[in-house]
């Protein structure tokens, strides 16, 4: 079997899932625009701004060089900003041939078009067969060697299954799942809501808080997952409520812990500054609410957070409009 994959990105998830595969004796490829990430890669062995203090194997190169990057490669993962991905899937199309299976591992919503992120590479790439990977996976803790479990999701279920074969080791679990609708809605959602947990936290608020967020907050997501199409049960599943515990109460979370600064006075560009990286959940938080709005599903914590990013609301007085909307039964 061919033993080379490629990584199209090479921040903190990237370069966790390339020293997974590398210890698994996969030879990786990784491709990034960053001299200096090039060069931490290969010549220290170490991504010291992402993950400092763990050492990356010599089966890991990195280039910068596309074409490089790719040849030889019949698995491409894609870890890259979400609203890069259209252009990052232009970019590769070229060079990927149509035995290529496209892992994609990254979490967001297209804003201009609403599309689901499989959805944008398969309209640059038409003859792509992505499996989306995605669950309850901080890069810190993959990168260490803690037990993580994750789903690999596609329509074409043989390449789920190949994908969970290349991934599983005995710290690195993988489900599959047919349904990619619900995983990728799943995983893009829970970033929105653990922004709002955050700035639960940084108003003071406490246990109580969180936990209605974070109930109400699934409730959300299924009812936007399932008006596309999404099975139900998915967000029962890892990419459902095993992502949205594990991004709302852990300090790992970029967009807790912008959510904490915005709770605490600072404004959404203040707070993504200070975080240092990206904050997906203030993308995917509007384009959530253009797709309510456009589907007429009701999603009151969504446009809540969509007005503190953009309007300038002040956070605080959200919680007196979320809890004093009218009354109403729990399963509607």
Not at 82 to 87: D, L, N, V
Not at 171 to 199: P, Q, W
């Amino acid at each position: 079997m061919n033993k080379n994959i490629s990584m199209i990105g090479a921040g903190s998830w990237g370069t966790a899932l390339a020293i997974l595969l590398a210890k698994s004796g996969y030879k990786v490829k990784m491709w990034s625009c960053f001299e200096d990430e090039i060069d931490m890669i290969n010549n220290l062995r170490e991504h010291k701004e992402k993950l400092p203090g763990i050492k990356i194997p010599e089966g890991v190169f990195c280039t910068g060089d596309i074409e490089e990057s790719l040849h030889d490669s019949k698995i491409v993962v894609m870890v890259v900003p979400s609203h890069t991905i259209r252009e990052n899937a232009k970019n590769i199309s070229s060079y990927i041939k149509k035995d290529t299976i496209i892992v994609n591992c990254s979490k967001g919503i297209e804003t201009e078009t609403g599309l689901r992120l499989s959805q944008v590479i398969c309209e640059e790439i038409p003859d792509a067969n992505v499996v989306t990977l995605s669950g309850p996976s901080h890069a810190e803790e993959v990168a260490n060697g803690i037990p993580t479990t994750v789903v690999a999701a596609s329509e074409d279920i043989g390449a789920a299954e190949f994908i969970q074969d290349i991934f599983m080791t005995p710290l690195f679990r993988v489900y599959t799942n047919s349904d990619i609708v619900g995983v990728e809605i799943g995983g893009a959602l829970k970033n929105v809501i653990a922004l709002c947990a955050g700035i639960s936290d940084g108003l003071g608020f406490g246990d109580n808080t969180k936990a209605a967020l974070m109930t109400r907050g699934l409730a959300e997501i299924s009812r936007l997952g399932i008006s596309m199409g999404a099975n139900p049960r998915t967000f029962a599943g890892l990419s459902g409520i095993g992502d949205l515990i594990v991004t709302c109460t852990s300090m790992h979370s970029r967009n807790r812990r912008a959510g904490i600064l915005i709770g605490q006075g600072k404004t959404p560009e203040e707070a993504m500054k200070e975080v240092k990286m990206v904050v997906e959940g203030v993308t995917t938080t509007k384009a959530a609410y253009n797709l309510a709005k456009k589907r007429n599903v009701t999603m009151p914590i969504t446009f809540e957070a969509y007005e503190v990013l953009f309007n300038g609301k002040d956070p605080g007085s959200t919680v007196n409009a979320l809890m004093m909307r009218n009354k109403k039964d729990e399963m509607f």
